[in-house]
């Protein structure tokens, strides 16, 4: 019923920038908590970055002061700019959501998007 569509990965030099978007679409009534997690080959799915309906951010360490988290409420959206990319962010990277639909009473989490790839090279 909510579908996540990730976009805005690619192959970088480290050093360099990404940004990524997710938008959730479906029968939406709000949206609570977003954020991106990733998962690199051999490892476990680790969360990266999220943000609340306030604007409060948490990060992982290794990505402090490298990437932001941001959201735009109006268009369902988060976002994920990373900067100073080093090749261990080399993960495909998944957006996730808290949604509350319409005629619900309560807020879910909404399964995975297809995911990004993000590539490094060093």
């Known amino acids: 019923q909510v579908q996540l569509v990730e976009s805005g990965g690619g192959l970088v030099q480290a050093g360099e920038s990404l940004r990524l978007s997710c938008a959730a679409s479906g029968r939406i009534y709000s949206i609570g908590a977003m954020g991106w997690f990733r998962q690199a080959p051999g490892k476990q799915r680790e969360l990266v970055a999220s943000i609340t309906t306030d604007g409060s951010t948490d990060y992982l360490d290794p990505v402090k002061g490298r990437f932001t988290i941001s959201r735009d409420n109006a268009k369902n959206t988060v976002y994920l700019q990373m900067s100073s990319l080093k090749s261990e962010d080399t993960a495909v990277y998944y957006c996730?959501?808290?949604?509350?639909?319409?005629?619900?009473?309560?807020?879910?989490?909404?399964?995975w998007g297809q995911g990004t790839q993000v590539t490094v090279s060093s």
């Open positions: 996730y959501a808290s949604v509350q639909l319409h005629g619900s009473p309560t807020y879910r989490y909404t399964g």
